[in-house]
């Protein structure tokens, strides 16, 4: 392999660019193996157009592989200038790192009592789910690992020529493999993949370098506030979807979710099981001479008595910390198997153990030996917080219809002897009965016989939640969340149910609920009730006694994609931040704290911003020290397939949560200003006007099956969920990734944009030159206002109405294609020239660099893409293609979707 000596990564501004010419030179060569017909799509993206068609499976091939090696470069030239500011200024140089965020709180004045009571119940929450459309299956994320690892060990400066020649080779072998296992799945991926998908980042990344952020808390803190002796606890609990998301989903069963449960405690006690070993293999302090405190071994003779095997005494004789370990291994091993655990006591939940390494630590700080406490036994004890016997909490979902469907088929249990149908879910004779079963006492659990399917799945769900709850680790289920959620009724539906499946706390059933309840809000009207409804529980004394006795707060999730799908892009945003201000003056008043839980996707118009901003845009006061937001399927590759970027983007989530809480009440870019709030109203009100003009265009959902690759979309075997619920087929119906996905494939991406140009173009029609010299104010001064317009920026500048007008030339109806095209092209035209006018800038992000250059790099290809998914649409829809050559539009969407950085 000629001339790889010059392939020493530069630490300098270079590196980027350096990286992506060896990795192009390595793809090349691959390429001129496996087809070197196609070298054009990579060597002039400009002359692909006169590809053969029997050739452009291949060349899309190119495409998908060239662009997972930009992701991975990028993601490894982030990761290297973070350390080399680290190297240059420090910590507090790092955005987003801990160090960073506590010199901000710091110098905004916030005491160490209040940083110290804030760090006690402070808590960020990822949440992996799989639905929305993740691509990449296990084993190209494996491959993807290596390469990955390769970029890094070719920085080094160390190695021979010969030593370099072999990474380079082992480099370029894995871009072949990755040519040679190609990415689109030949089987639609089961619920019990997603589930292993979700734990492969836990095995891979997670367990690792999770505990590594108590450290650098630790660390910030010292250096910020080295006079406050705060204890560090897990800034972070890990939740999950996958496996217990049964909205819309049929394949979701009680089976697959008692089997989810299962595998995440595996995979907890399996990596904790490990550790204990390490530790017992590694604390060798033996010896007559070693200062042992004698509380510790009596623990320690304790702990083997209750492993139940006194054989443990003699084996490693003299060495107390060697037998402690083992025996916290057998008690361990029998809280994963309770059955064969003969004399051996279980652990009754986590902090049993956590409890246990806790008096090593101890024991070992009284015999000076602190760092091997601190940096030995400590980040095994933060593991056992932060995992449990868990892994993480598994939330159930489900959607309000069946939960009141199958509490109407249990009122005709219940009146055997009517003649007519249970009252409507939404009147208040229904309401009234749901009340009055709350209130009334019931010493037993009854005993439904005869049900349907779907009823007797749904109190077997909540019979396994009440097994859960009993068991070995009782955050192994999180959150019961309601979707689609209209009326306190609806929730108080859910509680009753509950009650009938055994999940009270008291005898009669009347006191409070075990389950966590957690509405989601997803439409615009659902945001706009959500503080009447909210007000109508909160009065509820049964729902009082049940927020306190589950800690003392109320999580609420928001829905990012539903209210963007229903009223657009920036009124769903100003939607949201209202209903989340209107909700805490609420619950300020209720004496209840609330917490909320952001439906968020990788998408700007799913909510996709970066972290660190669109957390300091929420309103004032409504972090709290909590917060949960989903990570959806490409997002959570994107930043937890390496360690090193997932414990970043740990530490970004968690400091940005303790900065909002600390500081927004102070800051001036928060406050609200009325007549900044009157405008931003007035533009949401007109963009809404706006967009529900084309939602509701007659024509617009045959144009949407026409001219996207919507219908096409169940073909590429993605996630688990059907694209529909309930099977029905209007724009309220459809779900709101799929309708994502397809603006996005076809380059419309109207989900991010549409609305506002007209919305501002009205504004300053009115108001004239003092309200555009308004709008550029709120622009300098409201940060939710600028985060709206700059992600408005960046989705303008990935559609391309060129391309989209491609797309509309496989509508059948011409007419209404040219209407809506049309339509579409003139407010992406007014859009830009109104953003442009607020900003300043001289084009479409110009202010955005980077976000540009990386996209400018991959356009042509994107836009190569594009134009073959026109043809093989036109093709399978003329039934010119068999089944096997739809893997070339399959290989589209996956394209133009990497391209773009999201699926949905």
Not at 40 to 59: F, G, M, Q, T, V
Not at 361 to 378: D, P
Request: overall charge positive; some cysteine; proline content about 5%.
């Amino acid at each position: 392999m000629a001339d790889t000596a010059r392939y020493i990564l530069p630490v300098d501004g270079g590196y980027v660019d350096e990286i992506t010419v060896l990795l192009r030179d390595l793809l090349r060569r691959v390429i001129r193996e496996r087809a070197p017909r196609v070298l054009a799509i990579i060597d002039n993206p400009e002359d692909a157009r006169s590809i053969k068609p029997e050739l452009r499976a291949p060349a899309l091939q190119v495409i998908g592989i060239w662009l997972q090696l930009l992701n991975i470069a990028e993601e490894n030239a982030a990761m290297r200038s973070r350390r080399r500011l680290e190297t240059m200024g420090g910590n507090d140089q790092i955005l987003g790192s801990f160090s960073n965020a506590f010199a901000t709180i710091a110098a905004a004045g916030a005491t160490g009592q209040a940083v110290a009571k804030v760090l006690e119940t402070a808590e960020a929450g990822p949440t992996i789910t799989a639905h929305p459309t993740e691509a990449k299956r296990v084993t190209v994320l494996e491959i993807h690992r290596r390469i990955y690892l390769r970029l890094y060990d070719l920085e080094s400066p160390r190695w021979t020529p010969r030593e370099r020649e072999a990474l380079m080779r082992q480099l370029r072998n894995d871009i072949d493999l990755l040519w040679l296992t190609g990415e689109v799945r030949l089987e639609k991926p089961t619920v019990e993949a997603e589930v292993a998908w979700g734990l492969h980042f836990f095995r891979e990344t997670l367990f690792e370098r999770t505990p590594q952020l108590c450290e650098l808390l630790e660390g910030a803190l010292a250096r910020h506030y080295p006079e406050q002796p705060i204890r560090v606890r897990p800034p972070v609990r890990f939740y999950s979807w996958i496996g217990g998301d049964r909205d819309g989903n049929p394949y979701v069963t009680v089976a697959t979710t008692r089997w989810a449960l299962s595998e995440n405690a595996r995979a907890a006690i399996e990596r904790l099981d490990k550790r204990l070993e390490y530790l017992a293999q590694t604390i060798s302090i033996s010896g007559p001479d070693t200062d042992v405190p004698e509380a510790f071994r009596t623990r320690v003779a304790r702990e083997i008595a209750n492993a139940g095997d006194m054989s443990l005494s003699a084996r490693n004789p003299g060495e107390p910390f060697r037998q402690y370990f083992s025996a916290l291994r057998a008690r361990l091993a029998a809280t994963r198997n309770p059955r064969g655990a003969h004399h051996c006591k279980a652990f009754a939940e986590p902090e049993e153990l956590a409890e246990a390494i806790h008096h090593a630590e101890r024991a070992l700080a009284l015999m000076q030996a602190t760092s091997i406490a601190a940096h030995t036994v400590r980040p095994v004890r933060w593991e056992v917080e932060i995992f449990g016997f868990r892994t993480m909490s598994l939330d159930m979902r489900q959607n309000t219809t069946v939960i009141n469907r199958v509490l109407a088929e249990l009122w005709q249990k219940f009146n055997p002897t009517a003649k007519r149908e249970p009252p409507k879910s939404d009147s208040a004779e229904w309401a009234k009965w749901v009340a009055g079963e709350l209130k009334r006492p019931m010493g037993f659990r009854p005993l439904f016989q005869g049900l349907s399917d779907e009823a007797r799945e749904t109190l077997d769900l909540l019979g396994l939640i009440r097994s859960s709850l009993d068991g070995a680790d009782p955050k192994a289920t999180g959150a019961f969340v309601l979707s689609m959620t209209r009326s306190a009724t609806d929730i108080l539906g859910l509680y009753l149910l509950a009650k009938y499946s055994g999940l009270f706390t008291d005898a009669a059933s009347r006191e409070s609920c075990r389950l966590a309840v957690v509405p989601l809000f997803e439409t615009i009207d659902d945001l706009r009730r959500a503080p009447g409804i909210m007000d109508e529980l909160f009065k509820i004394p049964m729902v009082r006694r049940t927020v306190k006795a589950l800690g003392g707060h109320q999580e609420i999730m928001l829905g990012y994609s539903d209210s963007n799908k229903d009223g657009g892009f920036f009124c769903a945003s100003f939607e949201l931040y209202e209903a989340q201000r209107r909700l805490v003056r609420l619950a300020r008043t209720a004496g209840i704290e609330i917490s909320f839980f952001h439906g968020r996707g990788g998408s700007v118009s799913r909510g996709g911003a970066p972290t660190g901003r669109a957390i300091a845009a929420q309103p004032e006061g409504t972090i709290g020290g909590r917060l949960r937001v989903t990570e959806q399927g490409e997002v959570v590759s994107s930043k937890f397939a390496n360690r090193g970027t997932a414990l970043y983007q740990l530490e970004v989530l968690a400091s940005s949560v303790l900065v909002h809480t600390l500081k927004s009440p102070k800051e001036r870019e928060l406050k609200l200003v009325p007549e900044h709030q009157a405008a931003v109203e007035a533009i949401a009100s007109a963009s809404f006007k706006t967009y529900r003009g084309l939602a509701e265009d007659p024509g617009l959902i045959d144009y949407f099956q026409a001219a996207s690759p919507v219908e096409e979309l169940s073909l590429l075997k993605m996630g688990s969920r059907p694209a529909r619920r309930f099977g029905a087929k209007g724009v309220e119906d459809l779900r709101a990734i799929p309708w994502v996905f397809a603006w996005s494939q076809n380059r419309h991406v109207l989900t991010g944009w549409y609305g506002l140009g007209s919305a501002l173009d009205q504004y300053v029609a009115e108001q004239g030159d003092k309200g555009l010299a308004l709008l550029k104010d709120m622009f300098v001064r409201s940060r939710g206002f600028r985060l709206a317009i700059d992600e408005v920026e960046k989705s303008l500048y990935l559609a391309d109405m060129e391309i989209a007008a491609l797309y509309a030339g496989l509508v059948p109806d011409r007419k209404a294609a040219k209407r809506i095209l049309g339509q579409v092209q003139r407010e992406h035209a007014l859009t830009r020239d109104r953003v442009l006018e607020l900003s300043g800038a001289g084009g479409l992000c110009a202010r955005f660099p980077g976000f540009r250059r990386r996209f400018d790099r991959v356009r042509p290809m994107i836009d190569q893409a594009n134009r073959w998914q026109v043809d093989f649409l036109k093709d399978a829809r003329a039934g010119r293609q068999k089944d096997k050559a739809l893997t070339p539009l399959l290989m589209t969407m996956n394209c133009i979707a990497a391209g773009l950085g999201w699926t949905g």
